[in-house]
């Protein structure tokens, strides 16, 4: 009779960011799909390089397909940048300069990003 009462083992699980009791919780949900790695904890590397015919592409680096919904993001880009890509292996390659427009809509999902 009460010798557990207000140990540790009594208080209830709280959540890890408003650190109110679960039954309290109304933080969102983190949207983030099964199997794909937090955007907060990536660093996207922005960078231009020239091709052919003096030819500009942003490439964004440092995403691995394998934790990152590629196709997903280089049609948020495409629709972002109004401007053509295409994904090689790790790497998405945008047509044009983009730096500026994919460093906002990387941002805004939740990336951390670098530019070089
Ligand atoms: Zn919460």
Redesign the pocket.
């Known amino acids: 009779m009460g010798l557990l009462t207000g140990t540790i083992f009594d208080r209830p699980l ?7 009791p ?1 039954t ?4 969102p949900p983190v949207e983030i799909a099964p199997g794909w790695t937090d955007p907060g904890k990536q660093t996207a590397r922005l960078s231009t390089e020239k091709r052919k015919k003096g030819k500009l592409v942003t490439l964004i680096k440092g995403l691995p397909a394998k934790e990152n919904d590629l196709p997903k993001l280089l049609t948020q880009l495409k629709n972002a940048c109004g401007a053509g890509g295409t994904i090689d292996g790790d790497v998405i390659e945008l047509q044009g300069d983009q730096t500026e427009r994919a460093l906002k809509t990387l941002t805004q999902i939740g990336y951390r990003v670098r530019s070089t």
């Open positions: 709280h959540c890890e960011r408003c650190d109110r679960e309290e919780c109304q933080c």
